[in-house]
């Protein structure tokens, strides 16, 4: 299993842009996550998905859009890149479509930089 | 919002030495408590999950433990090796997400 694969590694972006970045998992996880980590704020909630075609907002989900059209691929929209989405992302899966018994895997990461 | 707070931010040990990494939160309805490893520019790595019904779990060099009552939980770390240089990342599960605390640096030298 590849687990959780994050692309691209690394992004820069103007303000205004929008990108997508992707998440794929192959472990038949139903739950998935995104995260933000930033330095002093630790990692924040950005959206979730509890299983295909159900998603859900997490603590900051403003400038973000996710969609989840099949159980393997969770991609987080940026619509319109500003200098505050400068950060690293991190998308998560667990097994179970409550992720509250569940280990929960990370993928590598995304570095973003917005000008 | 539940909070958790991880004691010290940084901590540096010489190598053999036995340590024991902090972590409070603040609300005691919790279904779990999972520990992470972060290495620099890398991904999260997941090293002990303990449910909310259990009071530790082991693995290898690493023990967790978890008292909900009092909003703690600890990571000890047995023998040190210079290859367990990281951050240590605990969170907290009491829904549909994780509440991480901020983390511990740990080096340790040879």
């Known amino acids: 299993n590849a687990g959780v694969t994050q692309t691209p590694k690394f992004q820069v972006l103007k303000t205004g842009q929008s990108m997508t970045l992707q998440c794929a998992q192959d472990?038949?996880?139903?739950?998935m996550s995104w995260y933000r980590q930033d330095p002093g704020m630790g990692l924040r909630l950005i959206h979730y998905?509890?299983?295909?075609?159900?998603?859900d907002q997490g603590e900051v989900p403003n400038g973000y859009n996710v969609s989840r059209s099949t159980t393997e691929d969770f991609p987080l929209r940026l619509l319109s890149a500003a200098p505050s989405q400068t950060s690293v992302y991190f998308c998560?899966?667990?097994?179970?479509?409550?992720?509250?018994?569940?280990?929960?895997?990370f993928g590598p990461g995304t570095r973003l930089t917005v000008l | 919002k539940q909070e958790v707070t991880q004691i010290p931010a940084a901590l540096s040990v010489p190598e053999g030495e036995n340590l024991v990494l902090n972590c409070s939160f603040t609300?005691?309805?919790?279904?779990?408590l999972q520990w992470f490893r972060q290495d620099p520019g890398k991904g999260l790595t997941s090293l002990l999950l303990i449910q909310s019904s259990q009071r530790e779990q082991t693995s290898g060099r690493l023990n967790a433990s978890l008292d909900k009552s009092s909003g703690r939980s600890t990571l000890y770390i047995a023998a040190s090796q210079p290859g367990d240089s990281a951050t240590y990342l605990c969170?907290?599960?009491?829904?549909?997400?994780?509440?991480f605390g901020k983390g511990t640096s740990l080096l340790v030298t040879p």
């Open positions: 998560a899966s667990s097994y179970s479509s409550s992720p509250s018994t569940d280990t929960q895997y």
């Open positions: 969170a907290e599960n009491s829904g549909y997400a994780l509440n």
């Open positions: 998905s509890v299983g295909a075609g159900i998603t």
């Open positions: 609300d005691s309805a919790i279904y779990n």
């Open positions: 472990m038949n996880h139903e739950y």
